[in-house]
């Protein structure tokens, strides 16, 4: 079978060796794209986004993980963030994406569209000596 000391895609080592297929499809260039283009239509909040990565694409992730991706998106100069304080309740950091965040969204995107035809082609492939 696989060597077990060679990394996923996702960068971790995993004791079924790769491909790992109880782990699915590695999510986690994919979470930073779902990210972008949630705040793409509205600023939010840290909180805000982890609930709507679970609703709108199915990822469910720790809130850790949310927000130490939206710092990294703000390094890169993807995002940015303010505080908002409101009458009730603790300041909250608010995302907003960056022009730069929306022309690297715009290019992935693409390349995504371009991967997603690859894809159907395997999978279409795959049904076929499925049925066969």
Known sequence: MCRTDSPHMDGHVCPHGPPCPSHGVPIRGLLSLAILSLIRKKAMHGAEVHRLLKEKFGIEV?????????????????????WETE???PA???YMITDEGIEYLEAVVEALRDTKKIIDLILAENEKKAGS
């Open 87 to 89: 009458e009730s309740g």
């Open 92 to 94: 909250r950091r608010v």
């Open 62 to 82: 720790p809130k850790s993980i949310v927000y130490v991706l939206l710092r990294r998106l703000e390094y890169l100069g993807f995002v940015t963030s303010k």
